[in-house]
């Protein structure tokens, strides 16, 4: 673990006068919940991105849900990580706490208690009825044809592939985003816009990016190639002491 990067990350998020942090998969490796393109991606040999799609949601409803259901399954055995939990030291270290912004859907952030947190893409746990919109919060698996009390079929309330974010969460994000001289991204691939962009957003008009992932990939970031759950507590314990 490089000391000294370790050192300046805490140092630019506490001069920081609006950090942001945005989180992916990577954030939740660690708990046991499977990134999509790292080892345990495929389910019966499907991608995600052949399942998460409006398509195959008409195509295959019970089939789009099972893997939901698998999915929530995983998750409802899981809790969050020192990388959640150091985030929120962060975010109460600093004056303000931060925005943190997930592509995540696994409540993760919430569990660890999170402040300013915009789940971009959803939550796992929430589903939305395809005719009347009403939206249902439960913590477990439903089955894999749930129905709505007005009768027509429930979907996951996800932002899938080919679909627009949410209209007050592309608010929020873009004014975060427009504030922001310090983007920290956590655990993304960088494939999936628009988050994907989002770094080049903040650096192109003068500000500055921390990268945290085993495998970087913005090439103008302070990388710190960790896991995040190693190296983020021990920003954040640098961070306390500045
Ligand atoms: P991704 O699977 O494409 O990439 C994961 C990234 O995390 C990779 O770059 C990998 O190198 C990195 N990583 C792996 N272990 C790490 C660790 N311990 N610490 C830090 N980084 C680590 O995921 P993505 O970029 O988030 O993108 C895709 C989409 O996948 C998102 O839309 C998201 O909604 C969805 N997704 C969510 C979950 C979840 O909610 N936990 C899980 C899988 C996929």
Same mark, same amino acid.
């Given at each position: ?13 506490? =001069? *920081?006068? $609006?950090?942001?942090?945005? %989180?992916?998969?990577? !954030?939740?490796?660690?708990?046991? #919940?499977?990134?999509? @393109? ?67 859907? =696994? *409540?993760? $952030?919430?569990?660890?208690? %999170?402040?300013?947190? !915009?789940?971009?893409?959803?939550? #796992?746990?929430?589903? @939305? ?114």
């Amino acid at each position: 673990m490089e000391a000294q990067a370790v050192k300046k990350a805490a140092q630019m998020i506490r =001069d *920081s006068s $609006h950090p942001v942090v945005l %989180t992916g998969a990577g !954030v939740s490796a660690e708990s046991g #919940i499977p990134t999509f @393109r790292g080892e345990g991606g495929l389910w019966k040999n499907f991608r995600a991105e052949e399942l998460a799609t409006p398509r195959a949601f008409r195509n295959n409803p019970e089939l789009v849900w099972e893997w939901y259901n698998w999915r929530r399954g995983i998750i409802l055995s899981k809790k969050p990580n020192p990388a959640h939990h150091a985030i929120v030291s962060l975010q109460k270290q600093q004056q303000e706490p931060f925005a943190v912004i997930t592509q995540n859907v =696994d *409540s993760l $952030h919430t569990d660890a208690a %999170t402040e300013r947190l !915009v789940e971009m893409h959803g939550n #796992i746990f929430r589903s @939305r009825c395809t005719r009347c919109g009403k939206k249902v919060f439960e913590k477990k698996t439903t089955t894999n044809h749930p129905l709505c009390g007005c009768g027509e079929l429930m979907r996951p309330d996800i932002v899938w592939f080919g679909e627009s974010l949410e209209a007050g969460n592309v608010q929020s994000i873009y004014k975060e985003l427009d504030l922001c001289d310090l983007l920290i991204v956590v655990g993304t691939s960088g494939l999936v816009y628009p988050a994907a962009g989002f770094a080049e957003t903040v650096y192109s008009k003068g500000g500055q990016i921390i990268e945290v992932n085993p495998q970087p990939v913005i090439p103008y970031a302070l990388a710190l190639a960790e896991k995040a759950g190693e190296v983020l507590p021990l920003i954040a314990e640098s961070h306390k002491t500045m």
